[in-house]
């Protein structure tokens, strides 16, 4: 009988799954603690943990197998050296997001090729001004974009650029979608591609590779015309070398969901600055299917876990994702 637990905080959502799993799969022993030492108590005879286990509690969990993360991008140090090291497999709900995020950054790429935040600037200031776009039309049956991280939400956002027309590239170091209509290349090849793209589009998670990636090199190597998107993690990109970039002219224009500090602190240059769109990390809020989709991958897997399947989604620890 395997043993799964479901880690602390619980809520009626836990319950309600911990039910459901049990329902559909009675050999399960699912336990639900509410305190650090009820996860202590039964962590040294558990088979699987839906959540996390920190260094403190790995060294008990001598039987630990497969360890479910809620997260597809977690917070920095779930993968710890000893996590790392541990034969646990880990797997992640990747692929739950696909469609909404891809759907948020098409409202950046649209937004920024129409000159849509000039606009909304003379709207606030009740300015009838048909020259407030600052910067070039983009017409997207004509425009390039590079998107860094052609995973789950880079091949669906793939798709809807091919869908306007536009040219799409990719980067990306495990190519595990079928897509061809995008020009696919290694990220070694980022730097040379960097000058082709009017969009930028990051997609990347958070590793100890793209940490900072989105730099004052790169952002120079992009075109004084083209825009930047990210929507991965606010980690890969250093702040303070993007606002320069805007300021100088580097490059035209940002629209980010994600950011190096969050909140954004209330000083910074990016509230003000012109021709960027900012969103408080909230592609997928109110998405109301997210939830059921991150549920159905832990059945999924606890079923084949129990099973002796492969299971769903599984990590390269060492990289993160």
Known sequence: MPKLIMMPPQNAESQDWAHRIQTELPTYDIVLPTTAEEVRQHLPDADAVYGWVS???????????????PAAGPFPGYYYPALIEHPVVVCNPRGIYNDHIAQHIMMFVLALARGLPYYMDAQREGIWDKDARKHG???????????VGVGGIGQETARRCDAFGMKVIGVDPRWEYDVPFVEKHEPAALDALLPRADFVIATTPHTPE?????????????????????IGRGKTMRLAELVAALTHGNI???????????????????????NVLLTPHIAVKDAANVPARRFEILLANARRFAAGEPLRNVVNKAAWY
């Open 252 to 274: 035209a224009g940002c629209g980010l969901d994600v950011f190096e500090v969050e909140p954004l602190p209330a000083e910074s240059p990016l509230w003000q600055l012109p």
């Open 210 to 230: 793209t940490e900072g990636m989105w730099n004052k090199n790169r952002f120079a190597l992009m075109k004084r015309t083209a825009y930047f998107i990210n």
């Open 55 to 69: 260094p403190e509690q790995l060294p008990l969990a001598g039987n630990l197998r497969w360890l479910q993360n």
């Open 137 to 147: 039309y983009i017409d997207l049956a004509q425009a390039t974009a590079l998107i």
